[in-house]
């Protein structure tokens, strides 16, 4: 309806249907595409160059110190000493074993693998969202693996396997073990201390408070340290606790705290009226906090739960202070040995610690998002 | 002025066992509740007896939901007796699940379990209080379901349904605990007119029942067609409480007709 039949209309009925019309036409090809995202402005133009400029500055140096210039394949140190301006990658072969087991004894390599391996398995059956009977994984993984790694790992007599003390344990084991460790173990915890600071029971909210507090407040070296050094006061005179579950624990409490407020966040944002209409049906505290409240609230901050578990796995690097043979401390010892001293070998060995981290975070950041998506799509509100 | 007084009994003679105190489902005597320093219910006195429909009415902010909230114990009162199905409410835990058990409640924002589908919103309270074993619960929701007329929605999510619909899914959620008594906190006020009248016509069923329900609603054509009483609140107080017909035509307190001046136009 024009204008001008509108103007002199005070009563208007409609006597044609109104045909539905396609949309107008679409831009589509590459060159709308680029059109609308690359140079959409002055702005956007000049930005779109400035980071093409980047990339061809970058790009051909990387392509070159990994790739071109490299030594690929060499027996010892000699061919990287005279090559300067590329990565040394024999130097990772040769050293590989010792990245993955640390100083674990050669002979007995086959009961670290069978450990990962098995870990692996169960880990991509429990986190593959269409696979069948998770509630049956989710049992093997955390009940009965970690027995078998345990008796596995360091062996008994008793079942002819030789003893490996905890201080021959180091490369990826250890690392892959205390980040483990660390995330499985600071889930549950910070969902308690989370309940606890939000608890009406003064002495509760007071002990987990003061606890969040104080963790998240001190370095993490620091809490390792006092791990370390203060584990051993707080148990029965005689007992040593492992010097390798002395970080671990230390570890666990540390993402705790952290996870905790990650936790409570996500309950605060949850609605009055869930907690009322769990409690008009009858349900008690803890049910309305496992069935209604908890699975709300964590879904809410899945983001921030993979931050605080990739920022975990990343400081897991620090266990090495208290003398644990980590991943990093491994290619630290190994390009620090004098067959292998060349320009370029420790940045060859960093760059490929890098690229393992980035690996396992990345992976890490992109499940949590698939995660997230099919969160969205169930529920669509 | 005490409100129950005898206007109330006369209404009730037809029930001979109106006096003897197990027929009574909900009493408040004397009740009294403070936000802070403010006075939100002032001795509020109320019985209601077993089957009895009341609608309660009266301006926003006079107590209305505190008071309905009491029965069931989402909020606390302070001072006074709540008896309900002959259970008194005190800080005793588990007297007040056992209350919340016989009680269903629905909210004027449903409250419904978002992450939950349907059927799971309505098999969740049966499983994990009632310890009802998974198929029965499931045959008990269905059944209800189909009761308010939207059995074929038990598979979505509440996300996915209109305010009408979950708000029928809300009633059939408590109704699944199988509940002797429906408090219903102006479950009518959050939706877009048109959905209004499926949700009462399930209310209206409801009473027809047989179902004990209070009901705090500004739907007077409700409160005609099935109250028994008619409950005026006003400042946290029970102003005025008689049968509809009383109560719409013949008002006695002045805060009464200013109400209903302004609500019935
Ligand atoms: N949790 C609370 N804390 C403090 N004041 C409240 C709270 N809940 C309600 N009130 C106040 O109590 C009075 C009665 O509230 P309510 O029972 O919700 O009234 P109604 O349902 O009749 O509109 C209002 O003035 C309201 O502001
Ligand atoms: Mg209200």
Known sequence: MSDATYANQTAYLRTTPAPAEPPPALAQGPVAWARQNLFSGPVSALLTLASIAFLVWVIPGLVRFLITDAVWHADSGEVCRANQGGACWPFIWAKASFFWYGPYPESQHWRVDLVEVVGAALIVWLLWQGAPKRNVAALLFFVAFPILSFVLLRGSDWLGLPVVTTDLWGGVLVTLLVSLVGIVFSLPLGVLLALGRRSKLPIVNAICTGFIEIVRGVPFIIVLFMANFMLPLFLPEGWTPDRLLRPLVGTALFAAAYMAEVVRGGMQAMPKGQYEGAASVGLGYWQTMRLIILPQALALVIPGIVSNFISLFKDTTLVAIVGIFDFLRTIETAYNDPNWTSPTTSATGLITAAAFYWVFCFGMSRYSQGVERRLRAGRRH | ?265
């Open chain 2, 1 to 265: 002025m005490k409100p129950d007084g005898t206007l109330t009994m006369s209404a009730v003679a037809a029930s001979p066992a109106a006096r003897t105190g197990s027929d009574y489902a909900v009493e408040l005597a004397g009740v009294h509740k403070w936000y802070g320093a403010f006075h939100v219910l002032r001795d509020v006195n109320l019985r209601v007896r077993k089957g009895e429909k009341i609608v309660i009415c009266g301006p926003s902010g006079s107590g209305k939901s505190t008071m309905i909230r009491c029965i069931n114990r989402l909020e606390e009162h302070q001072k006074g007796n709540i008896v309900v199905n002959g259970t008194e409410l005190t800080n005793d835990l588990r007297r007040i699940d056992e209350v919340r058990r016989e009680v269903g409640m629905c909210f004027q924002h449903f409250n419904l379990f978002p992450h939950l589908t349907i059927l799971e919103n309505c098999t969740l309270a049966p499983i994990w209080v009632r310890k009802m074993p998974k198929k029965d619960a499931e045959e008990i929701a269905m059944k209800y379901l189909t009761r308010v007329r939207i059995p074929e929605q038990a598979n979505k999510y509440p996300g996915q349904l209109s305010g009408g619909q979950q708000q029928r899914v809300a009633i059939a959620r408590s109704l699944c605990m199988n509940p002797k008594i429906m408090l219903f906190d102006e479950p009518t006020s959050a939706l877009d007119p048109e959905m209004v009248k499926e949700v009462l016509d399930t209310m209206v069923s409801l009473a027809n029942e047989g179902m004990t329900m209070l009901c705090v609603t500004h739907e007077m054509g409700f409160a005609r067609q099935v109250a028994d009483r008619v409950v005026f609140m006003d400042a946290g107080e029970i102003v005025e409480m008689n049968t509809p017909d009383q109560f719409f035509s013949n008002p006695r307190h002045e805060r009464t007709r200013l109400f209903l001046g302004q609500i019935l136009h």
